[in-house]
């Protein structure tokens, strides 16, 4: 029997992989995810397969690239039938639920086509996608939007239970600041995102989440769990509740990572997504600093509750059977590059924490280990498959387990390069190049050295990180390294023809499908 009986799988949203204090950031200070590391392993090199929220997070839940899953932005749905956590760990006896955000959408159609609806046991489990929605939360509702979802909230109904008054709490008071006059001052607006919040800090959407978690493990009792613990922050809008709204200042914030020769003869791609709003705003000192004082107060207010969180888990001794899994969805450029935003694939956007806390003893010998081989989002799955000892059919999987890597062996087979791809279709760099929808699409290959971003149509982009860590350079159209280009090109090749599309048939099916065909009476050739 493994000792993980339970999994604590926790999501920040838009977090940036150096913006804790175990990954090196100088001044925000996270003690409580540092233990954790200390406890566990911190994977220095994990990327995730799209920096935008809804692919890469159908990447975690399915073990698959977006497209393999077909679900390559936030509004695209996860295609009926694609197998997710859900699916692998309910035969084990795992009640798999998720408190917070999974930004999915149903595929609407395909249940239609076989008479589901989501007042259904088996209609709502693949809505969902896979998770019982304990306290199912995208964090997003302004008020168009929540209306056009049907105007329901349970974090709205249990504010205005505490005495915020109004439609839409969550947008008037959970990210809106208060102005001189009283009047109310969106979190919508990066000028507010320096004020607090007019919620109490106990009444906010990181606090509030936590006590739904800690809830739902209080309702378990015996039963084995999956909790995908989804926090909805550090994600716009950037509001945080006093007092962590002005904990840091300029003398807090690390220097923007940017170069002039960025501007300068650049990648066209790379312009038109430099071009975008977002980008111009983050490209001004004055909104970047502003931003920074809310968003490392968010990620701030993370770490001292998952504080709390850890220590319920330590007292009830759960921390002997649960394994925690803290990573990101994707990071935030926050002025680096000139960029505002994720969605390209510099280390600011495609490079996230991952720290995993195996209670096994065969972890015992990796705690407190820094692994700095080359992983990936699609990891997870076949990780939690192999520790909770699963005998699940992974014919579908196409991420590997991190199992070896925890418990301190030295796979001489690891990959050689991480992967991650783009489907640019959605955004206005995609308009100004005039590319058509199904042809914006964007691929990269990060190995030991080199990042190879390949665009469909344009010029590749090429970064030598040993000489230039920072990717200020852009060598894709250097005729110097053409030949290196062509590797990595290569590299890309073998990715993109790996990916798993035969799902309804195992490679043991497959090895004896033909072996059998005499038997039954089928002689194809014979004279």
């Not at 974090?155 to 102005?179: F, I, K, V």
């Not at 071009?275 to 701030?300: N, P, Q």
């Not at 982009?461 to 920072?470: G, I, M, S, T, W």
Request: glycine share 8%; charged share 25%.
């Amino acid at each position: 029997m493994s000792p993980v009986k339970n999994i604590l799988f926790i999501m920040a949203d838009q977090l940036r992989w150096d913006y804790l204090s175990c990954y090196g950031h100088p001044t925000l200070q996270t003690p409580n995810l540092d233990n954790l590391a200390a406890r566990g392993v911190r994977f220095d090199r994990a990327y995730v397969q799209s920096p935008v929220c809804g692919p890469s997070r159908a990447s975690y839940y399915t073990g698959r690239t977006p497209f393999s899953h077909g679900a390559t932005w936030n509004q695209v749905p996860l295609p009926l039938g694609e197998l997710t956590m859900g699916d692998y760990l309910r035969p084990l006896g795992l009640r798999t639920a998720v408190v917070g955000k999974t930004h999915m959408i149903a595929d609407v159609e395909g249940m239609a086509r076989l008479g589901l609806t989501h007042d259904t046991e088996i209609g709502m489990v693949v809505a969902e996608p896979g998770f019982e929605p304990f306290e199912r939360d995208d964090g997003l509702h302004p008020d168009g939007l929540l209306k056009l979802m049907g105007g329901k909230l349970r974090y709205n109904d249990w504010l205005r239970e505490q005495g915020y008054d109004g439609q839409n709490p969550w947008d008037s008071w959970a990210n809106s600041a208060a102005g001189p006059n009283g009047e109310v001052l969106s979190g919508w607006s990066l000028r507010n995102s320096n004020l607090p919040a007019r919620v109490r800090e106990e009444h906010s959407e990181t606090a509030y989440m936590t006590d739904r978690a800690l809830e739902f493990i209080d309702d378990t009792g015996d039963q084995p769990w999956l909790l995908h613990l989804s926090y909805i922050k550090p994600h716009w809008p950037y509001m945080a509740p006093a007092p962590y709204h002005n904990k840091y200042g300029t003398d807090s914030f690390v220097a923007a990572q940017r170069h002039e020769t960025e501007r300068q003869s650049a990648h066209p791609v790379y312009q038109a997504f430099m071009d975008m709003e977002a980008s111009r705003s983050f490209s001004r000192d004055e909104v970047r600093e502003t931003v920074l004082a809310g968003y490392m107060g968010l990620v701030k207010q993370i770490d001292d509750h998952l504080g709390r969180l850890f220590k319920r888990l330590e007292a009830s001794g759960r921390m002997d059977d649960t394994m925690i899994v803290f990573t990101s969805d994707h990071g935030d450029y926050l002025g680096d590059h000139w960029m505002g935003e994720k969605e390209l694939f510099h280390e600011q956007s495609v490079r996230v924490p991952l720290i995993i806390y195996d209670p096994s003893e065969a972890a015992n010998g990796s705690r407190g280990r820094v692994e700095t081989r080359l992983v990936e989002a699609i990891d997870l799955l076949p990780t939690f498959l192999d520790l909770t000892g699963s005998n699940a059919d992974r014919h579908w999987l196409e991420g590997r387990s991190l199992a070896p890597l925890l418990h301190g062996q030295n796979p001489s087979d690891w990959r050689q390069f991480a992967f991650s791809e783009s489907d640019y279709g959605f955004y206005a760099a995609r308009k100004a190049l005039d590319v058509a929808a199904s042809e914006a699409r964007a691929y990269m290959i990060r190995t030991e050295r080199w990042k190879y971003v390949y665009f469909k149509g344009f010029a590749a982009q090429l970064f030598d990180l040993a000489e230039d860590p920072d990717e200020f350079i852009d060598l894709g159209r250097s005729g110097a390294h053409q030949a290196i280009c062509g590797e990595m090109r290569d590299l890309l090749l073998e990715k993109l023809t790996s990916r798993k599309n035969r799902v309804t048939m195992t490679d043991e099916q497959v090895l004896t499908f033909k072996d059998n065909e005499k038997e039954i009476g089928i002689h194809i050739g014979v004279w």
